[in-house]
């Protein structure tokens, strides 16, 4: 990695961001000399959709990658070729099932009702101020918990103990950016003397594993128990799916596929969508014009006699949500969860820009800029505007994914895309149909350099109820 982003460190995306606007979108950082690691960042939306899709063999994410990230393990994130067609279409089929379809919503419900609702009651009653972005990783850390095992931990309480899962996800996080910084030779050093970030991420990969393993032998227990409710027989959990239903052989998954496919799905869905909800709220308490639409939009589609709460019933009433879902995407074209994605090529190559790639370089392809180039999104690229993603008509507004590239493109497209909505809906609506929320700001709210684009400092803020 080359001298000025390692002096850099604090301020990665912003730097990366810069460079690549004055050079038009496409640069070589060259690494130190001794460490073999040319780089090429490109945020140009004609790059990014050659190399995830119309030349997508030829950027595979490499064995580098499965190194680098080696805390996701077998998981699809990790996977190419073959081994990666197989588990997408595996996944693709729990997805797509129609058990599934009833299941997740019954989760995204309960858990808001049952799990947020609650605590931001207790939140109002005794007037605290809470970290939000804590706040949400819990509840969508449940969620996403729910779904992939069937077990929803109830992390979320007011007194806010320590959560295993969420505090290893986030050492990890940092350690795997500053692999992705520092020249292999080096981190890999670092691992072998078991010090700093690598002691930190040991610590956590071992902590991961141990909680899914721990819900992989329950598991097994109930299916051998068969069902004994209705509940049961109606769940359909990726990890009930992965023990159930057997490979291409009629053999039963590798016990670390599924170990690791299950903690990739918890990690894809909670920290990202946390992450988007906590940026989210605090460009609105910069915008109060854009939360005063909402609201607007709000009271014009539920019918809730005044002075009431409003109450999550099903998953279809959010999608009415037009100007919410248009801020949502403003909110993750400025602050991607996944700012960057690394590719290594596998034959030389001319990306549609005119630059020559050589295998020996890895790519990086930054979301970040993208979402920030004003050749892209226009002079007014910096401004939050989510007017930006609706039409004449008042509908969204398609933006192709190699310009709104926060949920990947091509064939390794995000598949939890839906899912993420309304995950984000369901909260952000029951929170600013119900209660004010006055963001308290003690620190400067930056990212925080991880492989997720969260805040370094949190956001704290109060919440009040709207009608006492
Ligand atoms: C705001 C929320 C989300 C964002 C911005 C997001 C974004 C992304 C991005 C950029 C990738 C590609 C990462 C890479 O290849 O390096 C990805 C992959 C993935 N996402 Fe999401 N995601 C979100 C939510 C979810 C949810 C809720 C789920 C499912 C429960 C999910 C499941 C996955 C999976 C399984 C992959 C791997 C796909 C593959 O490699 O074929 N994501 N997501």
Redesign the pocket.
């Known amino acids: 990695m080359s001298p000025t982003l390692l002096l850099n460190f604090h301020r990665f995306y912003e730097l990366a961001d810069e460079i690549l606007e004055i050079s038009g979108g496409t640069y070589l950082f060259k690494g130190l000399w001794f460490s073999n690691m040319d780089m090429w960042f490109t945020s140009d939306p004609e790059n990014v959709h050659y190399i995830t899709t119309t030349n997508y063999w030829n950027y595979p994410k490499g064995p580098e990658s499965m190194q680098v990230f080696d805390t996701l393990g077998n998981s699809?994130?990790n996977l190419d070729f073959e081994e990666?067609t197989y588990y997408?279409g595996l996944?693709h089929g729990f997805f797509s099932h129609q058990k599934f379809h009833q299941f997740v919503p019954k989760v995204l419900v309960d858990n808001v009702n049952k799990g947020l609702v609650p605590f931001l009651e207790d939140v109002a009653k005794q007037a605290l101020v809470v970290d939000l972005q804590d706040m949400f990783k819990r509840h969508i850390y449940d969620a996403?918990c729910a779904?992939a095992t069937g077990y929803n931990p109830k992390t979320l309480s007011i007194g806010f103990e320590e959560n295993a899962f969420v505090r290893a996800m986030d050492d990890a996080c940092v350690a795997m950016l500053t692999r992705h910084i520092l020249p292999g030779r080096c981190w890999k050093l670092l691992r072998w003397l078991q010090i700093g970030s690598e002691k930190r991420l040991s610590v956590a990969k071992g902590t991961l594993r141990q909680i899914v393993t721990n819900y992989m032998a329950t598991k097994r227990e109930e299916l051998s128990a068969g069902a004994k409710t209705k509940e049961d027989e109606e769940t359909f959990d990726v990890l009930r799916s992965f023990l159930t239903i057997n490979d291409v052989n009629d053999k039963e998954h590798p016990d670390e596929i599924v170990r690791d496919s299950t903690i990739?799905?918890i990690f894809?869905?909670y920290d990202?969508?946390s992450a988007?909800l906590s940026w989210f709220f605090w460009l609105l308490s910069k915008n109060p014009h854009v939360e005063t639409k909402i609201r607007e939009e709000l009271d014009s589609n539920f019918s809730v006699k005044e002075g009431q709460n409003w109450q999550l019933n099903s998953r279809k009433e959010l999608s009415k949500l037009v100007y919410l879902h248009a801020t949502l995407c403003e909110t993750?074209r400025l602050y991607?969860?996944?700012p960057l994605?690394s590719r290594t090529p596998v034959r030389p190559d001319i990306f549609p820009s005119g630059h020559h790639v050589d295998p020996k370089a890895i790519v990086v392809l930054s979301?970040y800029a993208i979402g920030r180039m004003a050749r892209v999104w226009g002079q007014d690229c910096h401004e939050f505007k989510p007017e930006r993603w609706i039409n004449e008509k008042g509908d969204l507004k398609y933006e192709r994914s190699a310009k709104f590239f926060?949920?990947?493109a091509g064939p390794?497209i995000?598949?939890?895309?839906e899912?993420?909505f309304s995950?984000?809906k369901a909260a952000a609506t029951t929170i600013l149909y119900n209660y004010h929320v006055q963001v308290v700001e003690t620190r400067p709210v930056t990212p925080k350099a991880s492989i997720i684009l969260q805040m370094k400092h949190g956001l704290r803020a109060r919440i009040c109820s709207r009608w006492t």
């Open positions: 699809l994130f990666w997408r996944l996403a779904i990739g799905i894809a869905a990202t969508s988007t993750l991607p969860p996944v994605q979301g926060t949920f990947n390794r995000c598949p939890g895309k899912m993420a995950i984000m």
